[in-house]
């Protein structure tokens, strides 16, 4: 790992040389939710973006997958980049098949961008309602976007807190394509899972078999911190419940954490705790992400 500078990041940097992981993961592993950061040198951060991030480029996500022992990634698109994907698009393209996009994109999108972003290695893209990260964006842009990447075979990743769940669920249920929750809708995991929102939260999967949820950032949910143990039932529910609709990620280069750094190594061995079967390790690690991204 380089030394990354922090450069008036207003939060902490990426773990400098995180744990070679315990647990082994599967031949093919995916990391399905990572970021990439510029370098701003070459690709400067969007001046509507909320934070501003230090450099975490390609080349570090990179030697991370094969550090923690990953054979692919899948790249979302960060807010503080806004809608310019081409650090993104840029990553995706470097790693040759090893390597999907979820793009930011408004209402003016064209068929030759999104083609252009599918021979790259886009598949997606990300609608975000967490107001510390993005300006609201009307429901009917959304719907608007959604209509022009489905007949591209894309998805539609969606982030939001579990507050909003109970307003934006009407919405959810009427977009056309599989429907991708990250961090499982950010659970308050001080309320236990037999809690109504969780709960709620469960029923919308149960309900919709087009809506997936990555199992993701414990050391953003978690009220105790590493290694996380007031996180482990949320996970555990919904890849018990749903083995075949999760997916998980490093969430590297960790935006806006705060509290503290996490080491990627120890989110890697959290896996085996949230998905303690090997049947279950390969849905979630290579089977789902792979009939997901590269079918
Ligand atoms: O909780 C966050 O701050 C966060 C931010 C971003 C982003 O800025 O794209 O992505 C994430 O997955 C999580």
């Known amino acids: 790992m380089t030394e990354v500078q922090k450069m008036d990041a207003d939060w902490l940097v990426f773990h400098p040389a995180p744990k070679v992981p315990d647990f082994k993961l599967p031949k093919g592993a995916v990391d399905a939710h990572c970021h990439v950061f510029g370098p701003a040198a070459e690709f400067p951060f969007a001046p509507e973006r909320k934070y501003t991030p230090c450099d975490a480029g390609k080349a570090e996500l990179y030697a991370l997958r094969d550090h923690l022992g990953f054979e692919r990634n899948v790249i979302v698109q960060a807010t503080c980049h806004g809608k310019d994907n081409r650090a993104m698009v840029d990553a995706c393209r470097s790693a040759g098949d090893l390597a999907r996009g979820i793009a930011s994109v408004g209402a003016d999108i064209t068929e030759a961008e999104i083609r252009e972003m599918h021979e790259a290695g886009v598949r997606g893209v990300r609608f975000n309602f967490v107001k510390r990260l993005v300006d609201d964006t009307p429901k009917d842009v959304f719907l608007s976007i959604a209509n022009k990447i489905k007949d591209f075979g894309w998805h539609i990743v969606v982030y939001f807190e579990a507050q ?6 009407p919405f959810l249920k009427q977009l056309p394509t599989t429907v991708v929750v990250d961090h499982m809708g950010r659970p308050d995991v001080s309320k236990g899972v037999d809690h109504p929102d969780f709960q709620r939260f469960i029923r919308l999967m149960e309900e919709n078999d087009n809506i997936w949820s990555k199992v993701t950032c414990p050391d953003r949910l978690s009220q105790q ?30 935006p806006n954490m705060k509290s503290h750094i996490p080491d990627d190594g120890v989110l890697v061995d959290f896996i085996t705790r949230i998905a303690p079967t090997k049947e279950q390790q390969q849905q979630l690690l290579v089977d789902n992400p792979m009939r997901l991204y590269w079918a």
């Open 164 to 169: 909003d769940l109970e307003e934006i669920e």
């Open 225 to 254: 911190g590493p290694p996380y143990d007031d996180v482990v039932a949320y996970c555990a529910e919904i890849v018990a419940r749903f083995p075949d609709r999760v997916l998980w990620g490093t969430d590297w280069p960790h």
